[in-house]
């Protein structure tokens, strides 16, 4: 496509061929000492000459102004092609998951395009909480996505959370009370990959991860 545009384009680069002159023939005004009809003759011969003169004139001039035409619907054809093209894509649909629907019990591999690893997490009905203590947990979100926000919750202790996604970009919650859902946006940029979880100041077992966007 991208191809064909800029084909199109030198090919409107290069000027119209220009059109063969129409041969006009320019008559002599009859000489005044032609006497009566032969004179009224040559006269009206003159007069029809100068017409097919005009009517080739104005001929010449509408098959330019045709061309004219033409090559300005093509451009603007163009135009619209190359504003299509050059507009950035639409950025990817928001993807927003509920992590309290989720079946109560282990999470073990992939479930609602997230890759929870095997052992790091369990589902309560209150959203998804790390299986036990002293593990590294972590959870895979889609390839080239970014998690936008995440809603999370301490179930008996005030706590903080951290998040660290593969890129080294971190989210880390003020002091949460707990009971209380609190979503974090993360302003992230970058394809966020393996996200890691880590609760510095309470029990791991405490966190509830309610609900995840990203896109």
Partial sequence: MKKLIIISLLMLAVPLKAQAPTAITIPSWPDVATPGLA?????TAWMQQVQVNENALVGVVNQQAAQMTIMQAQIATLQAQLATLIQPPPPPAATSVDL??????????????IQWNTGQWTATGQGVAPAMLGVARNFVLPTNVTMTSIAVQCMT???????????????????????????????????????????PSSPATDLRLVQLKYQ
């Fill in 39 to 43: 004179y009224a003759t040559a006269a």
């Fill in 100 to 113: 309290t629907a989720f079946p109560t019990g282990p999470l073990n591999g992939s479930d609602s395009g």
């Fill in 157 to 199: 202790q005030s706590c903080v959370i951290k998040f660290t996604d593969a890129a080294g970009e971190v989210l880390s919650s003020p002091t949460l009370t707990p009971g209380s859902i609190t979503v974090l946006n993360t302003s992230w940029t970058k394809p966020s990959g393996a996200v890691q979880v880590s609760t």
